[in-house]
Structures are given as C-alpha cells and as structure tokens.
C-alpha cells in the first residue's frame, strides 16, 4: 500500500443555497456535504452508502471538480485539485473519471457511439482518424460489447449495453480512478450483476480505483473493501466491508442493513424501521443529526454531536453510545 493514498478528501464541505424560508427572511443553508474526510487507496474499492439527500452524489461531484467545495481539500496523488485553474484540472481529469446512474440520460441521442466513445479522445489526446476509430472499438470489445457498434445509436441499445459503453467511454484516457453513481441502480436485477462482475474484471485488468455510490448496502458488498455510511451530509460510520456486515456499529447502519434485503442468512439480521425521512438538510437535527430517528438516543445525543473516533481497528464511528461502550 502506498503511503500517500490516490485520493483523500480533507474536511470537504459542500453549501448550497437554498432559497428563503417561508416564515423568516433569511436565506437558508443546505449542508450538503459537512465536513467529509476519507482516503482510498490504489487499487481499493470504498462503497459510499446513504438515503438520498446524504450527500453521496454531491461527494463524488466534488471529486471530480464538477461542483466546487465551499472548503476543504481534494487531494489527488498527494495534489490539492480545490484551487486548480480550469486549465490546470484539465490534466487531472484524464485521471478522474465518473459513470453515471442513468445511461440513458448519459448520452446525446443525436450522436453516434463513436462521437461518444470518441469525445473524450478528440478533446484530451492527439488520436484522429483510424487511430481514434481504433481505440473506440478496442475500449468498446473491453466492456463486452461488439466493436461494430461504433456507428449504432443510443436508442438501439438496452439500458445494461448503454451502461457498458458509458463505461467504455469512462475508460477512453486510462484513468486511474473512476467514480460510480449508482451505476446499476436503474437496471434490472440479472443486469446489475453482469455490470458488477465487468467492473471487477476490468479494475483486476486495469488495476483501477473506484468510489462506488449507491443507497443500496447489498450492492456493494461484492465490490467493495471498504464502506464509507453518509447521513445528512457527514460519514458516521466507516470500515472494511467484512465489518459492516459482520459488526456495523452505528445505529443508522445496523438500520441500512436491516432494510436491505440479503440472500446470505447470515447476514440476515432483526428489523429496525427507521422512522421519518432524513431531515431537511438546510436545518439539522442539533447534537447527533440522526437523534430524531435513532432507536436507541440517550439524552446526550439531541445536545453534543459525537466524534468520528477509531474504535479499533481502523473502524470509525461517529456515535455517543459506541464510543462509550468501546471506552
Ligand atoms: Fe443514536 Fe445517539 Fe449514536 Fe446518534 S449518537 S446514533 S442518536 S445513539
């Protein structure tokens, strides 16, 4: 493992503005992202778990300089990408590369899978012509998928073949590390696992890194070596994937995970309902922000938020009652 990890992110913050509150005159904050700081290694795999309205998505979006934090750091190979020019990210992006959830919504219709699978080559490399036509039908026969293709059109393909040439296209410049957003989420069961075992082969293959961003605990399990568990924009729990699922210790994951239906009876687990949906963003719970939902709140918990401490082992939680307990 390399001491300096491929990415890191460093208390990573995330405000929008959220328009004005009915009743008062201000204008309200959401906290999107609050303060996240999580590394992966070359080679890793780390699962970003959490309802929608987490801040998953925003984490990823922040990574790839999509949107700008409103502080912290994003360090790539040990190099803050936060205060980089356009010009100047315009070399890290070769290496940083998202697939996106709906691959229908991931191409222009109008354009032929070689404009798409080309894009990225004909604005990032020096490949014109054959050579470029080449590539685009070598990356395309990598994901599975016939290299005669090139000239179809995205309505001609399912929603698993489109999701294989968003990965294609994903994998044009040879990144080293790619974010997933829910890249199976909107496919049918039998079709997620087909894109699940590509995504492996290709990252033995090509010895990738990824961020996989999902709602769902149990797709990740086989992908993942570590799993990152978001609630309203912090991470609260953060450990290998065997001990998520062998030993979650945050009340929030042991709920994840009750809710997530598993075909390994071992991993079969008591019911837990969460009450109520997330809370709005913009006004967080005080103390703990999952107090309003946690089974198992003591008084401590609607007054002091806890720290994200190491409770053995590398495993982070972010939990008065845990720490308590480990203490
Ligand atoms: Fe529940 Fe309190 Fe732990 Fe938060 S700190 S998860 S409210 S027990």
């Not at 290694?41 to 309205?53: I, L, N, Y």
């Not at 071992?266 to 005080?286: F, H, K, M, Q, T």
């Amino acid at each position: 493992m390399s001491a300096v990890p491929l990415l890191e992110t460093v208390g990573l913050t995330k405000y929008f503005a959220g328009g004005r509150s009915l009743l008062r005159r201000e204008t309200r904050t959401v906290r999107a992202l609050d303060g996240v700081s999580l590394t992966i290694q070359e080679q890793e795999t780390v699962g970003v778990v959490g309802e929608s309205g987490c801040g998953k998505t925003t984490l990823g979006r922040a990574i790839l300089g999509l949107i700008r934090p409103t502080s912290g750091r994003v360090l790539f190979e040990g190099t803050d990408l936060v205060p980089l020019s356009r010009r100047e990210m315009r070399g890290y992006r070769r290496n940083i590369q998202m697939v996106f959830q709906s691959p229908y919504d991931s191409f222009d219709p109008r354009f032929s899978v070689l404009s798409s699978v080309g894009e990225p080559l004909r604005t990032h490399s020096s490949l014109r012509g054959d050579a470029l036509v080449a590539r685009a039908r070598e990356l395309l026969e990598q994901t599975g998928m016939p290299g005669e293709i090139l000239y179809r059109y995205p309505h001609e393909f399912s929603g698993g073949q489109l999701q294989r040439i968003a990965v294609a296209r994903a994998l044009a410049l040879n990144p080293k590390f790619i974010v997933l957003d829910e890249p199976t989420s909107a496919l049918d069961v039998s079709v997620q696992a087909q894109i699940i075992n590509l995504l492996q082969a290709l990252q033995q293959e090509l010895k990738l890194t990824y961020m996989f961003i999902t709602h769902d605990l149990s797709v990740v399990q086989h992908i993942s070596d570590r799993i990152a568990v978001m609630y309203l924009g912090k991470v609260v729990e953060l450990t290998t994937t065997e001990a998520i699922f062998a030993d979650a210790k945050h009340p929030y994951t042991q709920a994840l995970l009750a809710s997530a239906p598993s075909l390994d009876p071992e991993y079969r687990r008591e019911r837990i309902i969460l009450e109520g949906g997330v809370p709005d963003p913009a006004n967080p719970p005080s103390g703990c922000s999952f107090h309003p939902r946690c089974p198992v709140a003591i008084e401590v918990c609607s007054r002091d938020e806890p720290a994200f401490l190491d409770v053995g082992d590398g495993h982070m939680v972010s939990c008065h009652l845990v720490s308590a307990a480990e203490s």
